[in-house]
């Protein structure tokens, strides 16, 4: 049966963590930068371990009054100092209660600028292969982001959206614009079948977008975010597409 992961932001102070997690494979925690503490951290990594998931950092801008959703210029250290430092406070949190941390994905403006800036991205992916060359990198399907992950030898997976819509260029459509978020679950199930089972998406002007879905990505923090993701799910199951973490290779 052909697998796929389905991924989760979590850890960002929404309430529908614990119930989102029967219907995924890996959830993604933030670090206490752009959103979560301490306690959401060790809380979230316990429900995850306990229901079996994959468990990855999610680390972002230390901006909270924006969720880490505004763009910001930082130096090469100081990008491998802010992704390292969220890294290791995951880690450690995992390390005591006895799970694994198995992948990194970036948050917000931190991941889109990274898929379309060379330097950022290849600052991001030798934070990571600073801290645990082993660390699958999360990163938008088709970007830079990747590329340089891959050139710094790291594992990769490409990541696609069942809840965000595309331009012709391949990139998200940036909030700010409208139609940016798919708003029926209906269509963002349809989305991810066919970005899983054939590869392709339809942009908002009506382009047909190639790319590759190692795993889909749902938002903990959108407004209908168990309802999607239960859609999805099933919708998956459905299609003979079986719901599993991203392997480590």
Excluded: W
Excluded at 16 to 35: Q, R
Excluded at 160 to 173: C, I, K, Q, S, W
């Amino acid at each position: 049966m052909y697998s796929v992961d389905l991924n989760c932001d979590m850890g960002e102070g929404c309430a529908n963590d614990t119930a989102l997690m029967d219907f995924v494979s890996s959830v993604n925690i933030a670090c206490g930068y752009h959103a979560g503490d301490t306690e959401t951290m060790n809380r979230t990594v316990e429900n995850a371990l306990e229901k079996g998931l994959a468990i990855g950092a999610h680390p972002g801008y230390a901006d909270r009054d924006n969720f880490g959703r505004r763009p910001k210029s930082l130096s090469a250290n100081e990008i491998k100092e802010l992704i390292g430092d969220q890294i290791s406070l995951l880690a450690n949190i995992c390390r005591i209660a006895g799970a694994k941390l198995r992948h990194v994905k970036p948050h917000g403006a931190l991941y889109n600028q990274a898929a379309r800036d060379a330097g950022l991205a290849a600052a991001i992916a030798a934070a990571v292969r600073d801290f645990d060359p082993a660390l699958i990198l999360f990163g938008l399907s088709g970007s830079i982001s990747l590329a340089a992950a891959e050139q710094a030898g790291l594992c990769t997976a490409s990541e696609v959206f069942a809840d965000r819509t595309y331009g012709p260029d391949g990139n998200l459509t940036p909030r700010t614009e409208p139609n940016a978020l798919i708003m029926d679950a209906g269509v963002a199930a349809e989305q991810a079948i066919a970005m899983a089972s054939h590869g392709m998406v339809v942009a908002i002007d009506g382009t047909p977008i190639a790319l590759k879905a190692d795993t889909i990505c749902i938002h903990g923090d959108g407004v209908h975010a168990l309802e999607f993701a239960e859609a999805i799910y099933t919708k998956l199951n459905g299609a003979g597409i079986s719901v599993r973490p991203v392997a480590q290779t």
